[in-house]
């Protein structure tokens, strides 16, 4: 089957710039999650997905982040505007159920923030 | 304090070497994951664990609920090894939400 996948891989924008990020999940995978990982640090949960609910997003800085997944299938994650604290990278997972114990990643779009 | 901690941040083996990466968490959880994460490259799913033990290959994960405390052991260790080890637990609220440690750097020289 195939995996999480996510586009771009890689994105440079200045400061006070828009940017958006897409996902994929594997198909039938009800539960998506957005993450932000900093260098050298573990991934943090964005936003977490069932269908196209939102079933948790606490740690989503929603003055300048939003996210949907209007169709409960793909999600796009944005980014407006951008600021420096912003570069990481984002990584998209998915599992069947909210109860499902394994996630399955994405390999991530690395955003540079300049 | 972070609910997920590490140690070491940082380990350097030689091939052939039997490797710990220790993990300590401060939450009741539900299960613990050790995932793997190449440079540049997405995130693996190693080991869940609520209790006990398990092996792959030469991979083992522990894991002491009384100490909330977890290890993943590498046997043998080689080259291609070398990547970041992270460990997170699953905690048993209703959206079983992951929290993450901020990851282990191995390097395996040849």
């Known amino acids: 089957e195939a995996g999480v996948a996510q586009s771009p891989r890689y994105k440079i924008i200045e400061k006070r710039q828009s940017v958006a990020f897409w996902c994929n999940p594997i198909?039938?995978?009800?539960?998506l999650y957005w993450y932000q990982q900093i260098l050298g640090q573990g991934p943090k949960l964005l936003i977490q997905f069932q269908n196209n609910g939102v079933v948790d997003d606490s740690q989503l800085p929603k003055d300048r982040f939003s996210a949907e997944r209007l169709k409960g299938v793909d999600s796009t994650l944005k980014i407006q505007p951008a600021k420096l604290e912003d570069s990481a990278v984002y990584l998209c997972?998915?599992?069947?159920?909210?109860?499902?114990?394994?996630?399955?990643f994405g390999p991530g779009t690395r955003l540079l923030v300049l | 304090k972070n609910e997920v901690e590490q140690s070491p941040q940082n380990l350097t083996a030689q091939e052939g070497e039997f490797i710990t990466i220790n993990c300590s968490y401060s939450v009741g959880i539900s299960a613990l994951h050790w995932l793997q994460q190449h440079p540049g490259g997405g995130i693996v799913s190693l080991f869940m664990?609520?209790?006990g033990k398990k092996k792959h290959g030469r991979l083992i994960a522990t894991i002491n609920i009384q100490e909330k405390h977890s290890s993943l052991h590498i046997t043998a260790s080689h080259p291609r090894d070398s990547a970041v080890y992270i460990c997170?637990?699953?905690?048993?609220?209703?959206?079983?939400?992951?929290?993450f440690g901020k990851g282990t750097l191995l390097t395996v020289n040849p």
């Open positions: 997170a637990v699953r905690s048993g609220g209703s959206n079983y939400k992951l929290t």
């Open positions: 997972a998915s599992s069947r159920t909210s109860e499902e114990e394994t996630q399955y």
């Open positions: 664990l609520s209790s």
């Open positions: 198909s039938g995978h009800a539960t």
